[in-house]
């Protein structure tokens, strides 16, 4: 089984920035992706970022050239840099992690953005 731990919501001015990290860790398990997820009240989840192994990434329009999203794979670590943020931004955070047989979940971290 495979946990992951967020961190680094919280609340910011339209324009600051935040950094979130996801961890993931458990035993006998070989991570391929991993992403960075959001959803806002009364809306669907939408994926933010998505990182491979080989370090490629994709990013929603709504958050490119704004956000970076990095990965650690020796530690198995998610990194999702926000910057220039706008009160759309606004949402519960999810880390993602998928092996080649499984998908796991973070439990969410809250960001809210103030204008």
């Not at 006998?28 to 669907?44: C, D, E, H, L, V």
């Not at 998610?78 to 759309?88: A, G, R």
């Amino acid at each position: 089984q495979v946990q992951l731990v967020e961190s680094g919501g919280g609340l910011v001015q339209a324009g600051g920035s935040l950094r979130l990290s996801c961890a993931a860790s458990g035993n006998g398990f070989s991570i391929n992706t991993m992403a960075w997820y959001r959803q806002a009240p009364g809306k669907q989840r939408e994926l933010v970022a998505i990182i491979f192994v080989s370090g490629g990434a994709n990013y929603h329009d709504s958050v490119k050239g704004r956000f970076t999203i990095s990965r650690d794979n020796a530690k198995n670590t998610v990194f999702l840099q926000m910057t220039s943020l706008k009160p759309e931004d606004t949402a519960v955070y999810y880390c993602n992690a998928n092996s080649r047989y499984a998908t796991y979940w973070g439990q969410g971290t809250q960001v809210t953005v103030s204008s």
